[in-house]
């Protein structure tokens, strides 16, 4: 195989002192110096969240302040990260939600590993939990990213229930006690 040398051409004065380079520089600064930012000044201003964006999942409660989470276990099995993890409690004979068969004793999301797919919203039968408009959740160690039951109803708050589906089961218990 045969080495071919190239013959390089030598520099004009102008491109050996690297004043076109500058200029060609100088020019797009200048450009862009006096036309409208594009940056947000955040956390002042906040991006325009998509209508399609999931967000982040967290726990809800009813309208009366009661937990709708019922600890079926459905959310962690359907989660492709396993970054649920759900331990069931039992709930006191004596407590006014004792109708409902379960609650979570502890849950947490590792929000670590969650990727915000949306499948825990949908296979929810309560609807216990939502995926909220979050996008800045943040932490300096691994283990303020991983949300314990008490931060994600911080998080999730309250939501309206058009199916009412606690009230509607203490009133068939109820109904069904009455009768005997």
Same mark, same amino acid.
């Given at each position: 195989?045969?080495?071919?040398?190239?013959?390089?051409?030598?520099?004009?004065?102008?491109?050996?002192?690297?004043?076109?380079?500058?200029?060609?520089?100088?020019?797009?600064?200048?450009?862009?110096?006096?036309?409208?930012?594009?940056?947000?000044?955040?956390?002042?201003?906040?991006?325009?969240?998509?209508?399609?964006?999931?967000?982040?999942?967290?726990?809800?409660?009813?309208?009366?302040?009661?937990?709708? &989470?019922?600890? !079926?276990? +459905? %959310?962690?099995? =359907? #989660? /492709?990260?396993?970054? @649920?993890?759900?331990?069931?409690?039992?709930?006191?004979?004596?407590?006014?939600?004792?109708?409902?068969?379960?609650?979570?004793?502890?849950?947490?999301?590792?929000?670590?590993? &969650?990727?915000? !797919?949306? +499948? %825990?919203?949908? =296979? #929810? /039968?309560?609807?216990? @939990?939502?995926?909220?408009?979050?996008?800045?959740?943040?932490?300096?160690?691994?283990?303020?990213?991983?949300?314990?039951?008490?931060?994600?109803?911080?998080?999730?708050?309250?939501?309206?229930?058009?199916? +009412?589906?606690?009230?509607?089961?203490?009133?068939?218990?109820?109904?069904?006690?009455?009768?005997?």
């Amino acid at each position: 195989m045969a080495i071919v040398p190239l013959e390089r051409k030598p520099l004009t004065l102008a491109e050996r002192t690297y004043l076109p380079s500058i200029a060609a520089g100088l020019k797009t600064t200048l450009k862009h110096l006096f036309q409208p930012n594009v940056t947000l000044e955040y956390p002042e201003q906040r991006p325009a969240i998509p209508p399609g964006y999931r967000g982040a999942p967290t726990l809800v409660k009813d309208p009366h302040g009661r937990e709708k &989470c019922v600890s !079926c276990q +459905l %959310c962690e099995f =359907v #989660c /492709p990260q396993k970054s @649920i993890r759900i331990t069931p409690g039992e709930i006191p004979a004596d407590d006014p939600t004792a109708h409902v068969e379960k609650a979570p004793q502890e849950f947490e999301i590792d929000m670590l590993r &969650c990727i915000y !797919c949306g +499948l %825990c919203q949908e =296979v #929810c /039968p309560e609807e216990a @939990i939502w995926l909220q408009n979050q996008f800045s959740l943040t932490g300096y160690t691994r283990e303020e990213m991983v949300h314990n039951k008490q931060r994600l109803y911080e998080l999730g708050g309250t939501l309206p229930d058009p199916h +009412l589906k606690l009230d509607k089961k203490l009133a068939a218990e109820v109904a069904g006690g009455a009768s005997h």
